[in-house]
C-alpha cells in the first residue's frame, strides 16, 4: 500500500469516526426525551468515496400498535372519569343519602304514621322524609347536568387541541418531504412527526397510511381522512344546548358527522369517544332512569276520584312543574320533582290532607272519615310504595318491580359501569405499557449501548490519528533523505 492511499484510508477512518461520535452524542443529548428515536451512522460508499448517512430506528407495526392502544386506553379513561362524577350521586352507602336509601327512609316514615295517624311528630317526620327524597332526585339531576356541561367544554377542548396538532403536523410533514427530497437528514423531523401523531392518538383514534415521498395521510380509526397533505377541519359547535334526555352536538370532520346516531363513520376510540359516551350515553341513560323514578314516585302518591265520576287521577304528596295531572312521560321530572306545598305546614299546607286526602283542594279526591285516626288511605300508600309497578323496559333495568328495587337497580346500573370502565382502562392500560415498552426497545436509546460505542469509536479514532501521524513521520523522513 502506498503512503498516499494509506493517508486517505485514515483520513475517511477519521472523518467517519467523527461523524459517527457527534451521532452518539446526539442520541445520549436526547436520551430523555420521549419523543426521540436512536439515529444510527451507518457507514455506506458512493463513488468511491465513504461518508456516514444517518438512519433512524423506527418499527412502523410496533407504532401502529401503540397508537392503537393509546386511543383505547384514552377512551376508557374519559368515560371512567364521568361515571365516577356520575356515581358521586349515589354517595357513601353508609350515609344513606343514595335515592334508594332515601326512599327505604320514606317508607320506615309513612308506616310509622301509618300507625298513628294522629300524631304530627310522625307526620313531619314523613313530609321530611319525603323532602329529602325530591332533593336527592333534583340534586342528582343537577350533578347529571354538571357532568354532561363538563364533557362539552372537554370535547371543545380536545377538538381544539386536534386541530392545533393537525397544524403542526403539517409543517412537519413538509419538512420531511423536502428534506427527503433534497437528501437532507430528516430524521428530527422524523421525530417530530411521529411524536405529534403519539399525542394525536390521544385525542381520536388514527390509522397511519405511508405513502410515496415519505408522505403520510392520516385517517380516523372508522376510514375519514383527517390529513391528506392538508390537515382536514374537525368542528364542533358547543353552542348547541344540552337538552334533557337528548344528546348533544356532534364533531364533524370536513362537515362530516363522526359521533352521534347519524354518523355514517363514528369514531370508536380517542378521548373524544369517551367525552361523548359520557354526554350522550352514560349521563343521559341514568337521568332517564331518575325520571322515571320521579314518575313512579308521583304516580304511586297520587290521588283517585274516590266519587266514581270518573275524573282523571292527580297529583299527591309528590308534585312537579306541569301538575296538577299526572305525567305523560318521564322527561326531566327528577329535575322538577318536590313535595306538594298543601301537606307542609311550613308552606301554608296541613299534614291532615296526607292521611285524608283532598291534597288537590277537590272534595272527590278525599279519602277520609273526619277522624284523627283514620289510616286507610296511609297503608294504601305503604302498599303502593311495596307493590310492583311497570317501569320503561328500555331503560335496561326490568319492566316491573317496586320503587325501592328500581332504585337499588338504577345506583347498581351506574357502578356496574364505573367498575367495567376501571378494569377496562386497568387493562388497556397494561396492553399500552407492553406496546410502549416494545416501541422503546426498539427505537429508544440505551446508554450502556451508546457508551460502549463511544469507546470503540474512541478507539478507531485514535488509531486512525496514530496512523496518520506514522506516514506523516515516514514522510518526513523520506523528505529528510532526499533533500
Known amino acids: 500500500m502506498s503512503l498516499s492511499v494509506a493517508y486517505n484510508t485514515a483520513r475517511s477512518s477519521l472523518q467517519a469516526s467523527q461523524s459517527q461520535m457527534a451521532i452518539v452524542s446526539r442520541n445520549t443529548a436526547g436520551a430523555s426525551d420521549p419523543g426521540y428515536s436512536r ?26 400498535k401503540m397508537l392503537e392502544t393509546t386511543s383505547d386506553a384514552a377512551m376508557q379513561k374519559s368515560l371512567l372519569e364521568g361515571l365516577q362524577k356520575l356515581s358521586r350521586t349515589i354517595g357513601d352507602p353508609e350515609l344513606d343519602e343514595s335515592p334508594a336509601a332515601r326512599i327505604g327512609a320514606l317508607k320506615n316514615s309513612l308506616q310509622q304514621y301509618a300507625n298513628a295517624p294522629d300524631d304530627n311528630v310522625l307526620a313531619r317526620g314523613f313530609v321530611k322524609a319525603a323532602s329529602d327524597l325530591a332533593t336527592s332526585l333534583n340534586q342528582a339531576t343537577a350533578e347529571i347536568n354538571a357532568v354532561r356541561k363538563e364533557a362539552q367544554v372537554q370535547i371543545t377542548e380536545s377538538v381544539s387541541r386536534i386541530n392545533e396538532i393537525l397544524a403542526k403536523f403539517k409543517m412537519a410533514n413538509d419538512e420531511v418531504m423536502s428534506g427527503s427530497a433534497l437528501g437532507r437528514d430528516v430524521s428530527d423531523a422524523l421525530d417530530t412527526r411521529d411524536y405529534l401523531i403519539a399525542q394525536l392518538s390521544e385525542e381520536i383514534g388514527i390509522t397511519v397510511v405511508p405513502r410515496a415521498d415519505n408522505d403520510i395521510a392520516l385517517y380516523t380509526d372508522s376510514g375519514v381522512p383527517l390529513f391528506d397533505r392538508l390537515p382536514r377541519t374537525v368542528k364542533y359547535d358547543a353552542s348547541v344546548g344540552l337538552e334533557p334526555g337528548k344528546p348533544g352536538g356532534a364533531i364533524l370532520i370536513d362537515d362530516v358527522p363522526v359521533t352521534g346516531e347519524q354518523s355514517p363513520m363514528p369514531l370508536s376510540s380517542g378521548s373524544l369517544v369517551g367525552l361523548v359516551k359520557v354526554r350522550d350515553e352514560a349521563a ?4 332517564r332512569q331518575l325520571d322515571e323514578l320521579a314518575r313512579g314516585l308521583i304516580s304511586a302518591f297520587a290521588e283517585v276520584d274516590k266519587t266514581g265520576g270518573g275524573k282523571p287521577d292527580l297529583v299527591g304528596i309528590f308534585t312537579y312543574a306541569d301538575a296538577p295531572g299526572i305525567p305523560a312521560t318521564a322527561e326531566g321530572l327528577a329535575g322538577q320533582i318536590r313535595v306538594n306545598d298543601a301537606v307542609d305546614p311550613s308552606q301554608g299546607g296541613k299534614f291532615e290532607r296526607i292521611r285524608d286526602g283532598g291534597i288537590n283542594g277537590d272534595p272527590a279526591y278525599s279519602y277520609g272519615d273526619g277522624t284523627a285516626s283514620f289510616s286507610t288511605r296511609l297503608y294504601q300508600l305503604v302498599d303502593a310504595m311495596e307493590a310492583d309497578r311497570g317501569f320503561d323496559p328500555d331503560l335496561g333495568l326490568g319492566s316491573k318491580m317496586t320503587l325501592q328495587d328500581f332504585a337499588s337497580s338504577s345506583a347498581g346500573w351506574v357502578e356496574a359501569k364505573r367498575q367495567d370502565a376501571s378494569q377496562q382502562v386497568a387493562y ?41 501521524s506514522v506516514i506523516n513521520q515516514m514522510l518526513q523522513t523520506l523528505l529528510n533523505a532526499v533533500g
Open 39 to 64: 439515529k444510527i451512522g451507518a457507514l455506506v460508499t458512493t463513488g468511491g468515496v465513504a461518508r456516514v448517512t444517518v438512519i433512524r430506528a423506527s418499527d412502523r407495526a410496533l407504532l401502529n
Open 284 to 287: 343521559v341513560g341514568y337521568q
Open 428 to 468: 388497556r392500560e397494561t396492553l399500552l405499557a407492553q406496546a410502549s415498552e416494545a416501541l422503546s426497545n426498539a427505537t429508544d436509546v440505551n446508554m450502556d449501548d451508546e457508551t460502549a460505542l463511544m469507546l470503540q469509536l474512541e478507539k478507531s479514532y485514535s488509531a486512525s490519528a496514530k496512523l496518520i
